[in-house]
């Protein structure tokens, strides 16, 4: 959901009417980086035995997405309710006894939980001092950079 959620969010910033190629780029990687961690579970659990399967993905709640305030915010929300599930999954795993499932969810999920949404706080931020019109087209050129 948060892989698909990123991608309308992505496609809706490319538009001819909000032209914010930077921002669009950057939550189009969020929504890769979604994808592989959904993966990344996948091929876990096949290497523990389990089986997977499929189910229907809920659409995104929206199909216009606002300012880049309002993306930003909303992407913040989904980030916390991501890393709420993993902790839920962490607790769960715990209360099983299961250390390898525990100990796979710190290492390969949390902290970067934790500095994703640090990293869209600040960009919220950012995004909050520019404001709209020509604010939001300086912060897509600025705000947004290859590591």
Same mark, same amino acid.
Not at 20 to 27: G, I, V
């Given at each position: ?31 890769? $980086? ?14 523990? @035995? ?26 913040? @929300? ?27 969810? $710190? ?41």
């Amino acid at each position: 959901y948060a892989s698909y959620t990123y991608l309308s969010m992505a496609y809706y910033l490319d538009r001819d009417d909000k032209a914010m190629p930077n921002m669009s780029k950057f939550l189009k990687k969020a929504s890769d $980086e979604e994808r592989e961690h959904a993966q990344t579970f996948m091929k876990y659990q096949n290497k523990r @035995g389990g089986r997977i399967l499929f189910q229907d993905i809920k659409r995104p709640d929206n199909d216009e997405w606002g300012s880049a305030v309002d993306i930003l915010e909303t992407a913040i @929300g989904l980030e916390k309710k991501v890393n709420q599930h993993l902790l839920d999954l962490h607790e769960l795993a715990d209360k099983h006894g299961d250390k390898n499932f525990c100990d796979f969810i $710190e290492s390969e999920f949390l902290q970067e939980q934790v500095d994703g949404v640090k990293e869209l706080a600040d960009l919220l931020t950012q995004a909050k001092r520019c404001g709209e019109g020509l604010g939001e087209f300086q912060f897509d050129k600025l705000a947004f950079h290859d590591d």
